[in-house]
């Protein structure tokens, strides 16, 4: 439901406390704070589930083909009554259940694929970029 009045103002109180280190963190170290804010919920994201989701979605609008199969070999999927989000759920469990110890790094090495693709990226952006997957692969 919705927050109470003393939980909103501790949230607010919180966030403004994260405003005031933003911004100074900004000043100290010449980065803007948006890129400082992305920076952060980039890291944050891998601690995140929800985006273990969205990362199969793009993952399966790219693969649909192999995922819907997937689905068929197993038996589990009747097409009855099943609607688009509850096949993706159930090639979502499959796909987890099928690379038990990688499916993360999988998907994450998908998305980071796919962004060498994505029009309209600025040439620092490309070369930050490079440069990311350069020292991952000396790793």
Not at 38 to 51: E, G, H, I, T, V
Not at 93 to 105: G, I, M, N, P, V
Request: glycine share 4%; hydrophobic share 30%; net charge positive.
């Amino acid at each position: 439901g919705r927050p109470s009045e003393a939980v909103l103002d501790m949230i607010q109180e919180g966030l403004d406390h994260i405003t005031a280190y933003l911004t100074d963190l900004a000043t100290c170290s010449g980065q803007p704070p948006q890129q400082i804010l992305d920076r952060f919920l980039k890291q944050y994201s891998r601690l995140n589930p929800a985006n273990d989701w969205n990362r199969y979605l793009k993952y399966f609008s790219h693969y649909t083909e192999r995922e819907l199969e997937r689905l068929r070999k197993s038996g589990s999927f009747t097409g009855a009554q099943s609607t688009a989000a509850t096949v993706r759920k159930k090639c979502y469990e499959l796909f987890k259940k099928e690379y038990s110890d990688t499916w993360q790094e999988i998907l994450i090495k998908f998305e980071e694929s796919t962004q060498y693709t994505e029009t309209g990226k600025t040439v620092t952006q490309r070369q930050q970029l490079f440069n990311k997957s350069a020292k991952r692969f000396t790793q």
